[in-house]
């Protein structure tokens, strides 16, 4: 019940791309019947409020990646000058953080036809990044930061996950002598609402131990593959796989196969407390950058890719600077992190020998 209260070499890859594809796979895009528009939570970026009332206590209990078990709920959101209230149900989402935070990811089951016209229209089950800790200011701050390198992508790629903010309360009815808990997060794009943007599908790897099925980087579409993997050296991702599909979704449209990047909070942009390096990198802290995309990108391709990085600099900068959520010191944090990789990517020996350092070799 409710109650009130957007003839060139790229266009030849592509063209390649479609004609490698398999006819089944081509029609399947084609028959989606084109790109989609976002859905209007995506279409701005103020600040939602929302208050989620929940038994937290049982929901935080489950912790098993294997099932889901939803407990029941309300989540209220302002819209305007009125208030809108809706039964729910809540899960609790993720993998590492299911075990290292007291308060986990959170997905939230909405019921559709109580929200149209609303704000949250189409969105049956939404999630919703939360503060990892309650009271822990530094976590409270990763989860900002996350929020921050989810945008920085919308700004170079379209075929990206869209994020909203949001100033989260939580009251827990199961702990109902514990005041509300009032923090940020953020709402994150359903996956296959954002490959319908692209005009696709999410392809699903439904048996990680067949090779055969996996997308590896020479079967994905050239010069997206470059830009995430730049991007991904960018703000020192490293936690992630393409052929696994680890914090990576492959969308399949008629141009072909384009890997979207998510989950940043083990990059060094971001530099979470508990975010640790996988031992095979030789690394000793996230914030090491290492090159995990193709073995070489050939020059032209890599020289149209960095101009787009140099082209939204500014906006990149602007998205730090106009903020009034972090603190002074974490945005020159930040923005000296990001402006070590604008000085390797202005210095062509840096990009062979970071970026492309195995091409000839």
């Known amino acids: 019940m409710l109650s009130v209260t957007r003839r060139d070499p790229l266009a030849l890859t592509a063209l390649l791309a479609l004609l490698a594809l398999p006819v089944a796979a081509q029609d399947s895009a084609q028959a989606d ?168 599908k999410t392809y699903e790897l439904e048996n990680v131990a067949d090779q055969s099925k996996m997308v590896m980087w020479g079967s994905a579409e050239p010069e997206q593959s470059a830009l995430m993997s730049v991007f991904a050296y960018m703000v020192g991702f490293s936690d992630f796989s393409v052929p696994y599909q680890h914090n990576a979704r492959v969308i399949q449209t008629a141009m072909g196969y384009f890997p979207v990047p998510y989950d940043f909070d083990w990059s060094g942009l971001v530099d979470a407390p508990y975010a640790r390096p996988d031992y095979r990198l030789n690394t000793k802290s996230v914030r090491e950058r290492v090159w995990r995309g193709p073995d070489c990108i050939e020059d032209g391709l890599m020289t149209g890719v960095l101009a787009k990085f140099r082209a939204q600099k500014d906006s990149i900068w602007n998205l730090y600077q106009t903020q009034t959520i972090l603190d002074q010191k974490r945005v020159k944090e930040s923005l000296d992190y990001l402006q070590e990789f604008y000085k390797i990517i202005d210095d062509p020996r840096m990009v062979r020998r970071e970026l492309q350092g195995k091409c000839g070799g």
């Not at 709920?73 to 305007?80: K, N």
């Not at 989260?168 to 923090?183: C, L, M, R, S």
Request: proline letters at 7%; a positive charge; glycine letters at 8%.
């Open 33 to 200: 019947g084109g790109p989609k528009p976002p859905k209007r939570l995506w279409t701005a970026h103020d600040p939602v409020s929302f208050r989620l009332t929940a038994d937290f206590k049982q929901a935080f209990r489950d912790r098993d990646t294997t099932k889901q078990e939803w407990v029941p709920g309300t989540f209220s959101f302002t819209e305007g000058e009125r208030t809108v209230t809706v039964p729910v149900e809540v899960t609790t989402r993720g993998h590492y953080r299911l075990k290292y935070c007291s308060f986990p990811m959170l997905r939230v089951r909405l019921p559709n036809d109580s929200l149209k016209g609303t704000l949250f229209q189409g969105q049956g089950t939404i999630k919703v990044s939360t503060h990892c800790k309650t009271g822990n200011k530094r976590l409270e701050e990763v989860v900002v930061q996350d929020y921050f390198t989810y945008r920085i992508y919308n700004l170079l790629s379209d075929m990206s996950f869209r994020v909203r903010l949001a100033k989260a309360t939580y009251v827990n009815t199961g702990e109902p002598d514990k005041p509300p808990v009032e923090t940020w997060g953020f709402f994150l794009e359903d996956e296959d609402d954002m490959a319908k943007r692209a005009g696709g």
